[in-house]
Structure formats: C-alpha cells, structure tokens
C-alpha cells in the first residue's frame, strides 16, 4: 500500500500538472479535439471531466465504507463522467481551473484524516481489486497528470 504521504503528493503532482497544462491554453486550444470518435472529448472536455471529480472520489471513499467496497449494480462510468463534463462545458477555463484545485485540495485534507486502515479498504473496481489509497493516487493524481499529457500531445506542447 502506499503511504498517506505518496497519496498527498500525487495529488498535488496532479494539480501541479494540470495547473500548468491548461493554464496556458488558449480558447482555440481548449476547444481542439484531444480523443477521437464523434463523442471525442476536447482539451475543455478533459478539463471539465477533471475539475468534476468531487462526486466520484466521494463514491470511491463511500465505497470503501461499506463491506463489500464495490460500486452500485447500475453504475455506468461512462454515462457519470460524461453527465459531470455536461454540468461543467460552459464555464470558462479559470473557473474549471479553480474548482479543479479546490477539489483536490479537499481531498489532500480529507485523506489527511483518514485512518491507515481506512486507506488499506478493498475496493472491487469493474477491471481490478485495489485498495482505497492506491486508487486515490491513481485517480487523484496519476489520471490527472496522464490527460494533461494526453493533451499536451495532441497540442503538441512541449513537457
């Protein structure tokens, strides 16, 4: 398992990384598609997706809560992840940027205040078991850094 203190730092490795992605875009740049496909998102897309994680970290935490760790039977991540980019499509850039930090600052404390064992829950994710701690890195700051990546290629930014 890894460490609270990994856990706090990866998250704020991904704020840093998306922070100074997407600062520096332009509208035009924001609006360039990054993923293929008629649904294909745009940096602004990915940026929204991002800065509306609260709602699925809340899920990942509420589901090491309960015993069985797993996510509801009708759950489709797909249709969640696009519902929380659509509440978020018409805000601009600095505003996504800010709720992005603020989200992620909130869960820098909140796992600040967890307890070891809280972290080391079993999580029964569609594709893996994992525990709680490991998909807060991953998903706080590894899946952040990784769409700012996949961004910064598509836009052809230098890392």
């Known amino acids: 398992m890894v460490s609270r203190a990994e856990i706090e730092g990866g998250i ?7 922070e100074s992605t997407f600062s520096q875009l332009t509208e035009e740049q924001l609006d360039t598609k990054v993923h293929d496909g008629p649904n294909g998102w745009t940096a602004r897309h990915i940026l929204a997706h991002l800065a509306g994680r609260h709602e699925t970290y809340e899920l990942l935490i509420s589901m090491a809560e309960e015993s069985h760790g797993a996510p509801p039977g009708n759950l489709d991540m797909d249709s969640w992840n696009q519902r929380l980019v659509n509440e978020r499509l018409k805000r601009s850039r600095d505003d996504l940027l800010r709720e992005f930090r603020s989200t ?3 869960l820098i ?4 205040g967890m307890r070891d064992d809280h972290l080391r829950r079993v999580l029964v994710l569609p594709n893996r078991e994992t525990t709680l701690g490991d998909v807060l890195i ?5 899946h952040s850094i990784q769409h700012a990546e996949e961004v910064e ?3 052809g930014i230098p890392k």
């Open 109 to 112: 404390e909140r796992v600040a």
């Open 104 to 106: 992620h600052e909130r």
């Open 12 to 18: 704020q490795a991904g704020i840093n990384r998306v």
């Open 138 to 142: 991953g998903s706080g700051g590894m």
């Open 153 to 155: 290629e598509a836009l």
